[in-house]
C-alpha cells in the first residue's frame, strides 16, 4: 500500500493514496439488508482490509452506526468493481422499492465521493468519465420523480466546500436549467458544466482557498484566474463547448463589467449565465467563517435589487420558482 500523502482542498485532505486500486464510498449509499455486488474495504491506517464480501450484505441498525461515525474516508471499493458498484446504485434509483427522498439521499451521498475525486485525481479524464454517469443518473432520477429535484435541493450542504458546492451549483443549475425548458440532452450538458466550473481551482493556492477572510489584491488575482486555468484543463478534454463555457464564463456579468472577457448579455452564453446566478446564490446561502448565511429567498432578492445587473433578469426571475421546490421539500 502506498503512504498517505496530504496536499490539496479541504484543510488539506487531498489525498493520492491508492486511487488507481481504490476509490471511497460512503457507507450509508449501502441498502441495508440487500447483499452488495463487490468487495467492500475498510482503512486501517495505511492499509485497507476487506470488511464486506461480495454476496453479504449489512443490516438497518449496522448501517446507521457506522453512518454516524462514517467521515467519507473510511470504506472503499476496487476500482476493478466501479461498474458494479454504479449498476448497484442505479437499481436502487430506479427501485419502487424506496420514496423519491430517499433515492435523492443515496444519490447526493454517492457523489460526493465522486465530487471529491473531481478535484483530487490528477488524472481529469478519469474524473470526467467517472462524472457523466453521475450527471445521467440526475437528469434520469428528475425525469422519472418529480419531486426528485426539491429533495436534491433540501439535502444541500450547509458548509462551503469545494467538493460541496461545486455538487450544489450543479443541482441548482439542473433545477434552473430544468424550469427555463431544457431538453434531457442540455440538462446533461449542463450538469457536468456545473460540476466543472470550478475546475480551474486545481491551479490556486491552497491558502487561498481556504483563507479565512477576505482575501488580498494578489490572491484575488490569484483567484480570478481560475476560469482560464479551468478552460485550458477543459480543452485538453473530450467536452462541449458549451460545458467549457460553464466554467469560462461564469463570473461574467450580464452587464459587462465581469471578468475573465468582459461579456455582456447574449455574449454569454446560457450555461455561462445559469451557473452565474447558482455559483452565487450557493456562496450565500452557506455557511463561510466570514459571513452569515442567508435564507433563500434573501439571497435571490439581494441578487435581484442589490445586485441587478450582474445576472440574466429573466433567468433570475426563474430561480424564485426552483425556490419554491426547495419549500415545497
Known amino acids: 500500500m502506498q ?10 485532505t487531498m489525498r493520492n493514496m491508492d486511487s488507481s486500486i481504490f476509490f471511497k464510498v460512503r457507507i450509508n449509499t449501502l441498502i441495508p439488508g440487500k447483499p452488495v455486488t463487490f468487495d467492500l474495504y475498510v482503512r486501517v491506517g495505511q492499509q485497507n482490509i476487506m470488511y464486506l464480501r461480495n454476496g453479504d450484505y449489512l443490516t438497518k441498525e449496522k448501517v446507521s452506526h457506522l453512518s454516524l461515525k462514517d467521515s467519507g474516508s473510511h470504506f472503499y471499493v476496487r476500482q476493478s468493481d466501479r461498474k458494479s458498484y454504479r449498476d448497484y446504485l442505479h437499481e436502487q434509483l430506479n427501485s419502487d422499492q424506496f420514496t423519491a427522498f430517499q433515492k435523492a439521499q443515496i444519490l447526493r451521498e454517492s457523489s460526493l465521493t465522486i465530487m471529491e475525486e473531481l478535484f483530487e485525481n490528477p488524472d ?8 457523466r454517469p453521475l450527471v445521467k443518473e440526475f437528469v434520469e432520477l428528475m425525469d422519472s420523480e418529480p419531486t426528485a429535484m426539491a429533495h436534491l435541493i433540501s439535502l444541500s450542504g450547509h458548509d462551503f466546500y469545494t467538493y460541496n458546492h461545486s455538487l450544489d451549483v450543479a443541482i441548482y443549475s439542473l ?4 424550469t427555463l ?18 475546475i480551474g481551482k486545481r491551479q490556486v493556492s491552497l491558502d487561498i482557498l481556504t483563507k ?3 482575501l488580498t489584491d494578489e490572491e484575488w488575482a490569484q483567484m480570478q484566474r481560475h476560469p482560464q486555468c479551468g478552460l485550458i484543463i477543459l480543452n485538453d478534454q473530450n467536452v462541449s463547448d ?5 466554467c469560462f464564463e461564469h463570473h461574467e456579468s450580464f452587464a459587462g463589467n465581469g471578468y475573465p472577457q468582459q461579456l455582456s448579455a447574449a455574449e454569454i452564453h446560457p450555461f455561462g449565465r445559469i451557473v452565474a446566478i447558482t455559483d452565487t446564490y450557493d456562496a450565500m446561502t452557506t455557511q463561510r467563517s466570514y459571513n452569515v ?13 442589490k445586485l441587478a445587473g450582474r445576472y440574466d433578469p429573466e433567468m433570475l426571475k426563474a430561480m424564485y420558482s426552483v425556490l419554491f421546490k426547495l419549500k415545497a421539500a
Not at 433545477?175 to 430544468?178: F, K, M, N, S
Request: charged share 25%; no cysteine.
Open 242 to 246: 458549451a460545458v467549457k463555457a460553464a
Open 181 to 198: 425548458g431544457f431538453n434531457k440532452k442540455e440538462l446533461e450538458e449542463m450538469g457536468l458544466g456545473a460540476l466543472f466550473h470550478d
Open 3 to 12: 503512504s498517505v500523502g496530504k496536499k490539496g482542498f479541504k484543510n488539506g
Open 212 to 214: 479565512k477572510g477576505p
Open 293 to 305: 448565511p442567508l435564507n433563500p429567498v434573501d439571497a435571490v432578492t439581494m441578487m435581484k435589487e
Open 175 to 178: 433545477g434552473l436549467a430544468d
Open 124 to 131: 481529469v479524464s478519469v474524473a470526467l468519465e467517472n462524472s
